[in-house]
DNA sequence: TGTACATCAGTGAACGCGCGTTCACTGATGTAC
DNA sequence: TGTACATCAGTGAACGCGCGTTCACTGATGTAC
């Protein structure tokens, strides 16, 4: 097993990251094992432990390093989205899903309960995705800072985060693929999510009922006029 | 292991989806063993093989019997929902959040790739409970059949869907806890979910983006002046 | 109404498997003097 | 510049575990005559 021309590997951490997010591409979470990944970095079982501990603190680590590459496409999504507000916050839902789709099986990891430890670093990085998020409905109602958010806030941001969350979830496990039609998934999540995106930004921004709570939605000019 | 009055258990495909649901309910979908089961129902190991071939047999049936119960709850919300086309998909929206939240893992089961089979009864049910929301899509667009929905439709199908699925699942997984403040996540969907389904809603169906395609969103009159 | 017998629904011991982790170890590296 | 030695990063065999499934079996039930 051990055929490298020295007896330390020089790179483990990295080989095993590597090793994991190769093994979540390919076959998801549920195949993660220890002895797989150390497998596939040609390394013994008891390997690991020296750099992570556990089964846990391995996948801990991956999925940090997931939420920092998540957070990275949302920055790129809101800078693409340019001056206009709800057109970076459109574009941020976009990468989020695109994301999704290009790295199923870390998506899946990063919001499993049970495989991850608790860990300070995942949180803070798990944070600042969200803070992405979160500063663009801010830019959006022209709110300064977090402690100016009220309820309505709070609101917009769960809505739009929940939107690409499950569409994201719901696109990698095949439930659209009876509706996608000519072009597959990726054509569908291409023409259908944009559209909806800004429609729903539209009502969530413009109509009273996302800004004021429980009152009812009334007729009201929308904020945007959309980008495209 | 057998202190049964009979040999025969008499309704023992009963009792393994009953104790399969509990142990869903206690530890989620991850916790699942035949064996744990089995032990449960007070039966050996080999026992389950008889009603249900294997572990996923076992789980398809428990999964097929939550959309149905899914299914159940979202006609609840349609006809709670009343004449308002646009409220009574509101509150499928409501009834789909709460039926997760009420069986955390029961729902996530439901949507575990690799744990279930393919099954025609699981696909059915499934079928059904997507059939209750894209309905509810055709009422509030005034369409008759599937046949005669367009894009922009099955657009507003995905994103009705993708917004209370993700919401869900980032609920389940304690994502929304630091935004809940008192009262907890109950209150805090309590009060939050049904005016962003409004406002969204009003977005959705009100807006040319959605309605049209790729068209940026524009002014107009929302179509529902919300009932509460 | 009784009896023979097929079928059904369980038992429980045993199978092989792959897992995470432990253990004493050893080769390589780096540092102090 | 050498040398002793501590530390680091691996090995590989072994541990006990719980798993799904198999197997020959047996007790209970139902049916035909």
């Given at each position: ?33 220890l ?8 390394v013994?079982?008891a390997?690991?432990?020296h ?36 057109a ?33 670093e ?51 496990a ?55």
């Amino acid at each position: 097993m051990n055929d490298r021309p020295s007896y330390h590997h020089g790179a483990l951490r990295e080989a095993l990251i590597a090793a994991t997010e190769a093994l979540l591409a390919e076959q998801g979470p549920e195949a993660f094992t220890l002895r797989e990944v150390a497998r596939r970095a040609g390394v013994s079982p008891a390997a690991p432990a020296h750099h992570f501990g556990d089964a846990a603190g391995l996948l801990t680590a991956v999925a940090s390093l997931g939420f920092a590459e998540l957070t990275h496409a949302l920055r790129e999504g809101d800078t693409r989205g340019g001056a206009d507000a709800l057109a970076a916050l459109r574009e941020q839902g976009v990468e989020y899903v695109a994301f999704a789709l290009r790295r199923p099986g870390l998506f899946r990891l990063m919001f499993r309960q049970g495989r991850l430890r608790e860990d300070a670093e995942l949180e803070q990085h798990a944070h600042a995705a969200f803070e992405v998020l979160a500063g663009g409905v801010r830019r959006a109602v022209g709110v300064r800072d977090a402690a100016a958010m009220r309820p309505a806030h709070w609101q917009a941001v769960t809505a739009l985060w929940s939107l690409v969350h499950g569409y994201a979830h719901l696109a990698i496990a095949g439930k659209f693929d009876p509706m996608c039609g000519p072009g597959g998934l990726e054509a569908f999540v291409g023409q259908g999510l944009r559209p909806v995106l800004q429609a729903i930004l539209g009502g969530l921004f413009a109509a009273p009922a996302a800004a004021r709570g429980t009152r009812g939605a009334r007729s009201a000019p929308s904020r945007t006029g959309g980008t495209r």
